[in-house]
């Protein structure tokens, strides 16, 4: 399939740095940082290694049914955490944000564990078809389009390629 570059590595790299200062910055010590697996697994590493302050980390996975392109709205838990969140200040940390859904039921979920505080780290957040109202408080870069590579796939494919290409035609 025909793939454009849009965000390169070094961009990336660039930017992780900076929202790991800005996290260090305004983060108390023993966050709990939570990735969502599997889109966000590059971030989440590349992202810790530019956090400061000392940390946790641990992963959720969930699945949503329907098409590759577009989340259903159905969403399940198919890997839970193994912390405890009761209590922590939790950074869930989100590959990207689309219609919300997803992100919406994370928050419900940790908030039902009882997360003492709960902020949203997103390295892409896209707009246009957003459904649900939510804050995003580390937002790496603004872009619409269907987006692969850093951890991002179609059909899991691309999920190896260091910078992020906007696929055509998906
Ligand atoms: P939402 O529930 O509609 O916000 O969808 C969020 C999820 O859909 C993300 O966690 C991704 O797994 C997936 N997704 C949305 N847009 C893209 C994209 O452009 N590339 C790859 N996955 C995407
Ligand atoms: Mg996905």
Request: with cysteine.
């Amino acid at each position: 399939m025909e793939k454009e570059l849009v965000i390169s590595s070094s961009e990336i790299a660039r930017r992780v740095r900076e929202l790991g200062r800005e996290i260090s910055k305004r983060s108390r010590d023993r966050l709990l940082v939570v990735g969502v697996l599997k889109g966000a697994f590059v971030f989440t590493a590349d992202l810790v290694r530019a956090i400061s302050i000392p940390l946790e980390l641990d992963f959720i996975r969930v699945a949503s049914y329907g098409a590759d392109s577009c989340s259903s709205g159905e969403i399940r838990l198919s890997g839970d955490l193994q912390a405890a969140v009761a209590g922590r200040d939790v950074l869930l940390v989100e590959d990207i944000v689309d219609t919300g859904t997803t992100l919406v039921w994370l928050l419900d979920y940790l908030r039902a564990g009882g997360a003492g505080s709960v902020t949203v780290c997103a390295l892409i957040d896209k707009r246009q078809r957003r459904r649900e109202e939510v804050i995003i408080d580390y937002c790496g870069f603004r872009r619409e389009g269907f987006l692969v590579g850093y951890g991002l796939d179609y059909g899991e494919r691309y999920r190896e390629l260091p910078d992020i290409y906007e696929l055509k035609s998906a």
